[in-house]
């Protein structure tokens, strides 16, 4: 088994000897003062530091505090050795960052069993941040895995919309097509008027098609860097996105917000955000049947920050569960309707991406689900 290695710090032989007689079971080298030891720590890697307090050039106070704010060194456990043994000596020797404080002359038993104590707590606390490390690692990658997952899910869902916010205008170039045809069968002026307004029309419903596909596309384009928007106009592209569906339902949208805002974050990622939250307000008002379905957009600011609240008139969420609707693959509905990812994923856009908060909370009438952003 390999052997711990200890530094030695002190400005006598006879001490580093003395001590290096009783430590016999660790690797030990030692420096006469704290640029020799400095030295020695740029070129090794030592377990733990048995350092004096008097010294020439730099007393041990001052290099304990040097050592803790090296990256490379502050993890270092160290144990101050010195014949200074009032209260308020310790106290400044524990201030400085050291883990111990022995007495000289030194207690042979009592020094062995200091050095191996902590060793020991040092390589716990070693192993539990190597633990901790890879299980934030576990977390991140899963954390990942569920966000493609939610992606794809919120991508049939968007496709839904476009199905929703197609079907008229593909109706509407049909009629104009119908009048076309009808038309041909005629050579006039009028006709060719006609003609030409159908033309028109069949040429403004397309390019509105094709913004639906753009507003799909860039709505799942990642954003590289944050940027200022307006908060208006990212609320109303969630809304343009979901506005087939909506009317569909026959759910109104009331939205109460400033034109003038304007924050700096991920727009796409707020943007996906509130399309979560409005997709959920829209199934369940429409599973509830509720008479006058109704979603609320309001915008107020509060000191340093934006308050965005997202409210609907569906009833509320029992208070049983509401506390679970962040949790991972939660969900209220049927397996085949959702999985339960939406709200989970916002929670950690909103508080991982956006330096904000999530929350939801039932007032009289339904849900408001709260985002907070920096103003």
């Not at 000596?89 to 042979?108: C, L, M, S, W």
């Not at 076309?180 to 006039?188: M, N, P, T, V, W």
């Not at 339960?340 to 991982?352: F, P, Q």
């Amino acid at each position: 088994m390999k052997k711990n290695t200890l530094l030695i710090v002190d400005d006598s032989l006879s001490n580093i000897d003395i001590l290096i007689e009783m430590l016999p079971q660790y690797d030990v080298v030692d420096a006469l003062n704290a640029s020799d030891a400095f030295k020695i720590l740029e070129l090794q890697t030592v377990d733990l530091i048995l350092l004096d307090i008097v010294m020439p050039i730099m007393d041990g106070y001052d290099m304990c505090k040097i050592l803790k704010k090296e990256p490379k060194t502050t993890k270092i456990p160290i144990i101050f050795i010195s014949s200074n043994n009032s209260p308020e000596d310790i106290q400044k020797g524990f201030e400085a960052g050291a883990v111990d404080y022995v007495t000289k002359p030194f207690n042979k038993l009592e020094l062995v069993s200091r050095i191996k104590t902590h060793l020991e707590l040092h390589e716990y606390r070693e192993n539990l941040e190597k633990k901790i490390e890879k299980e934030i690692k576990k977390s991140q990658e899963k954390d990942k895995m569920l966000f493609q997952q939610s992606k794809l899910i919120s991508m049939g869902e968007m496709i839904q919309n476009i199905a929703h916010q197609w079907r008229q205008p593909l109706s509407q170039i049909n009629a104009h097509v119908m009048s076309i045809e009808s038309a041909l069968y005629a050579s006039s002026e009028a006709t060719k008027k006609i003609i030409e307004t159908d033309m028109n029309g069949i040429e403004s419903l397309t390019q509105y098609m094709s913004n639906t596909i753009n507003d799909f596309k860039d709505f799942f384009s990642k954003d590289k860097h944050k940027e200022n928007f307006n908060l208006q106009e990212s609320i109303h592209k969630s809304l343009d996105i979901i506005a087939g569906t909506l009317k569909f339902h026959d759910i109104n949208i009331v939205l109460e917000v400033d034109e003038n805002i304007v924050i700096n974050g991920h727009k796409n990622e707020l943007q996906q955000v509130i399309l979560v939250i409005l997709n959920n307000a829209k199934d369940i008002l429409f599973l509830n049947k509720t008479d006058n379905a109704e979603i609320t957009i309001e915008v107020i600011k509060i000191k340093n920050q934006y308050k965005i609240d997202i409210i609907d008139n569906a009833g509320g969420i029992p208070e049983k569960i509401i506390d679970k609707v962040f949790d991972p693959y939660f969900t209220t509905k049927h397996e085949t309707q959702g999985t339960g990812l939406g709200l989970y994923i916002a929670k950690m856009i909103i508080e991982s991406s956006l330096d904000g908060k999530l929350w939801v909370e039932n007032t009289q009438d339904g849900a408001c689900f709260s985002i907070t952003l920096p103003a």
